[in-house]
């Protein structure tokens, strides 16, 4: 069974510029979270979205924003971007089910904001 | 809101050791999960182990295991015989329990730990 999958690996952008990543789920699961684990910040939860509707967001600006297509998969745009953007993008899925409480992570998006 | 907090930034032990990892939380929830992720340097977040809030008896998975103290809020990770793939850094996490399955995830700072030869 594939696991989350992420694109692309690493992201270079400049100041004011957008960026745009993806997210695969793995086969079955709905719902789709995304995290940003800055360097010195942690992991903070950006986004949620199950059945294509957004149900949670994190305390983040409006510039970040994100969608869920029919497929499940998921994208997270950042518009623009700053510097203190550069960040590693983490992508969740989890299915959709009581007591099915595990998130499995993708192997990130690296972004960096020059 | 839910905090998570991780009080040592670092440890550092030796193979075969046995190390203990500190979180305690705040919450006003009475159901809710912990979760002990570990990140080694390839990035990957893999899940290490869970508990249940309900649960009164502490969870474990093979050389993994938990201290689970609901009315002081904390939550330990032990870790015993120490191997050096067990390097990694190491997140404490808090879900409020939700009739559909998962929520969003709370995280504490990280531990870095270094297991050494």
């Known amino acids: 069974e594939a696991g989350v999958t992420q694109s692309p690996t690493h992201l270079i952008k400049t100041r004011g510029q957008q960026a745009t990543l993806r997210c695969s789920p793995i086969?079955?699961?709905?719902?789709v979270y995304w995290y940003q684990q800055a360097l010195g910040l942690g992991l903070q939860f950006l986004l949620w979205?199950?059945?294509?509707?957004?149900?949670n967001r994190g305390n983040f600006p409006p510039r970040f924003s994100g969608r869920q297509f029919p497929n499940y998969s998921s994208e997270l745009n950042v518009n623009a971007l700053e510097l203190e953007d550069s960040a590693l993008y983490l992508c969740?899925?989890?299915?959709?089910?009581?007591?099915?409480?595990?998130?499995?992570f993708g192997p990130g998006t690296r972004l960096t904001v020059t | 809101a839910q905090t998570v907090t991780q009080s040592q930034p670092e440890m550092s032990v030796q193979e075969a050791e046995t190390v203990t990892l500190s979180c305690t939380y705040d919450?006003?929830?009475?159901?809710?999960?912990l979760f002990w992720y570990k990140q080694p340097p390839s990035r990957q977040m893999i899940l290490v182990i869970r508990?249940?809030?309900?649960?009164?008896q502490n969870a474990t998975e093979n050389r993994f295991s938990v201290n689970f103290q609901k009315a002081a809020k904390s939550f330990s990770l032990k870790i015993s015989d120490s191997q050096l793939g067990d390097t990694a850094m190491y997140f404490c996490?808090?879900?409020?329990?939700?009739?559909?399955?998962?929520?969003?995830?709370?995280f504490g700072q990280g531990t870095r730990l270094t297991i050494n030869p």
């Open positions: 979205y199950d059945e294509g509707e957004e149900r």
């Open positions: 508990q249940e809030a309900y649960k009164q």
């Open positions: 919450t006003s929830e009475s159901n809710y999960y």
């Open positions: 996490a808090f879900m409020k329990q939700w009739t559909k399955g998962a929520q969003k995830l709370v």
């Open positions: 086969s079955g699961h709905t719902s």
């Open positions: 969740a899925s989890s299915l959709v089910l009581a007591g099915a409480v595990e998130q499995y």
